[in-house]
């Protein structure tokens, strides 16, 4: 394993050892909680340009499963085609591991990839700076070419042009009430999530104008970055909303874009939500649920119109988790209903959107 060293846009600064795919790297140093979901998170294209911090100490124990696809080319393991984080780092990695759908180990799949994973860094006092500093930009550089210095962008990029399709995907052709999904950075289980529901699915690029095609809901998606890096998406979504009163649905940044087209802004959280313990109440009950999040951003809801209300609240720090039209079918959560190695208390949404069709 080569050396490395992990320096953050303030100075501070940690020691570890490669065990990925040896090239420097730079992004937004992040941090999740969970406890497992490795293979999810790393390709979970919401985590585009960001290096991935997991607070669980032993990681790559259970390996990778394989990239097998369905009938519908849809992942069975993973949440899309390939890794997208652009780094994974971790306190003590797992060279052995032990399950039995694994077939490879995870250094060996970065590898493939050619995405970098340290190790050996005290991720507990990584985590605390961020907590205490904020998420910042970092860097991740091998001792053995310190003139190799990597550099990268975070704010005001466009990561959702980025991972977004490119062309018009059908999914289940035929099956019923159609449903328009705009694809900001969609994990694969939200769209099996709404084939196992029995409606055919419309996957479009994130600044796609669907407003004269024909469809019963449209669905917003998760996705990477700034939500104000979207306006397209949004201006389509108010369009929309201006036309008639169809179905809409929105997940994580899907909920910020619905939000700002109902006229709220977006703010960025200190260090964000990323895990599967999320605490939310549903408002107006002492109804509460554990969710998976993954999400930098949040909305600033005293900006919303008259006729729009909160739906969620987060239970640790009171943040926006959901909004929901007084009126129309227009709804959304920050969370992700359809967490796959999280969670799925929350599920239900995936119904109430159906019934709405």
Same mark, same amino acid.
């Given at each position: 394993?080569? @050396?490395? &060293?992990? &320096?953050?846009?303030?100075?501070?600064?940690?020691? =570890?050892?490669?065990? $990925?795919?040896?090239?420097?790297?730079?992004?937004?140093?992040?941090?999740?909680?969970?406890?497992? $979901? !490795?293979?999810?998170?790393?390709?979970?294209?919401?985590?585009?340009?960001?290096?991935?911090?997991?607070?669980?100490?032993?990681?790559?124990?259970?390996?990778?499963?394989?990239?097998?696809?369905?009938?519908?080319?849809?992942?069975?393991?993973?949440?899309?085609?390939?890794?997208?984080?652009?780094?994974?780092?971790?306190?003590?990695?797992?060279?052995?591991?032990?399950?039995?759908?694994?077939?490879?180990?995870?250094?060996?799949?970065?590898?493939?990839?050619?995405? /970098?994973?340290?190790?050996?860094?005290?991720?507990?006092?990584?985590?605390?700076?961020?907590?205490?500093?904020?998420?910042?930009?970092?860097?991740?550089?091998?001792?053995?070419?310190?003139?190799?210095?990597?550099?990268?962008?975070?704010?005001?990029?466009?990561? /959702?042009? %980025?991972?977004?399709?490119?062309?018009?995907?059908?999914?289940?052709?035929?099956?019923?009430?159609?449903?328009?999904?705009?694809?900001?950075?969609?994990?694969?289980?939200?769209?099996?999530?709404?084939?196992?529901?029995?409606?055919?699915?419309?996957?479009?690029?994130?600044?796609?104008?669907?407003?004269?095609?024909?469809?019963?809901?449209?669905?917003?998606?998760?996705?990477?970055?700034?939500?104000?890096?979207?306006?397209?998406?949004?201006?389509?979504?108010?369009?929309?909303?201006?036309?008639?009163?169809?179905?809409?649905?929105?997940?994580?940044?899907?909920? %910020?874009?619905?939000?700002?087209?109902?006229?709220?802004?977006?703010?960025?959280?200190?260090?964000?939500?990323?895990?599967?313990? %999320?605490?939310?109440?549903?408002?107006?009950?002492?109804?509460?649920?554990?969710?998976?999040?993954?999400?930098?951003?949040?909305?600033?809801? !005293? =900006?919303? $119109?008259?006729?729009?209300?909160?739906?969620?609240?987060?239970?640790?720090?009171?943040?926006?988790?959901?909004? @929901?039209?007084?009126?129309?079918?227009?709804?959304?959560? %920050?969370?992700?209903?359809?967490?796959?190695?999280?969670?799925?208390?929350?599920?239900?949404?995936?119904?109430?959107?159906?019934?709405?069709?």
């Amino acid at each position: 394993m080569k @050396k490395v &060293t992990l &320096t953050l846009s303030d100075g501070t600064t940690f020691r =570890g050892k490669s065990f $990925g795919y040896d090239a420097p790297v730079a992004g937004e140093v992040v941090f999740n909680t969970a406890m497992m $979901g !490795y293979p999810e998170s790393l390709t979970d294209p919401s985590y585009a340009g960001q290096l991935m911090t997991l607070t669980f100490p032993l990681v790559g124990n259970y390996g990778v499963p394989p990239f097998s696809f369905d009938s519908q080319s849809i992942p069975h393991f993973m949440e899309s085609d390939k890794i997208y984080a652009s780094a994974i780092i971790v306190a003590d990695y797992s060279e052995e591991y032990s399950h039995w759908n694994a077939v490879e180990s995870l250094s060996d799949w970065l590898k493939r990839e050619h995405v /970098v994973g340290i190790t050996g860094i005290d991720t507990r006092h990584l985590t605390k700076v961020l907590r205490e500093q904020g998420v910042m930009m970092g860097k991740i550089i091998f001792d053995e070419e310190p003139n190799h210095i990597p550099n990268a962008d975070y704010e005001g990029v466009n990561f /959702v042009s %980025q991972v977004s399709c490119k062309e018009i995907i059908h999914y289940n052709e035929g099956a019923g009430k159609k449903v328009m999904l705009v694809d900001c950075g969609v994990k694969a289980n939200i769209i099996r999530c709404l084939i196992n529901r029995g409606v055919e699915v419309i996957r479009v690029p994130w600044n796609y104008d669907y407003t004269n095609d024909e469809f019963d809901g449209l669905f917003l998606t998760n996705g990477p970055g700034d939500p104000d890096m979207c306006e397209e998406t949004v201006e389509i979504v108010r369009k929309q909303m201006n036309k008639s009163r169809k179905p809409i649905c929105g997940i994580c940044m899907g909920n %910020q874009l619905l939000a700002k087209a109902a006229g709220a802004s977006i703010y960025k959280l200190k260090y964000g939500h990323r895990s599967h313990n %999320q605490p939310v109440r549903l408002v107006g009950t002492n109804l509460c649920f554990i969710t998976s999040q993954n999400h930098g951003y949040a909305v600033q809801t !005293y =900006g919303l $119109g008259n006729d729009w209300e909160e739906l969620f609240v987060n239970m640790n720090d009171g943040s926006n988790e959901g909004i @929901k039209h007084k009126e129309n079918p227009w709804f959304s959560t %920050q969370f992700h209903p359809e967490a796959c190695s999280g969670p799925t208390d929350t599920e239900f949404i995936f119904d109430q959107f159906i019934n709405s069709l």
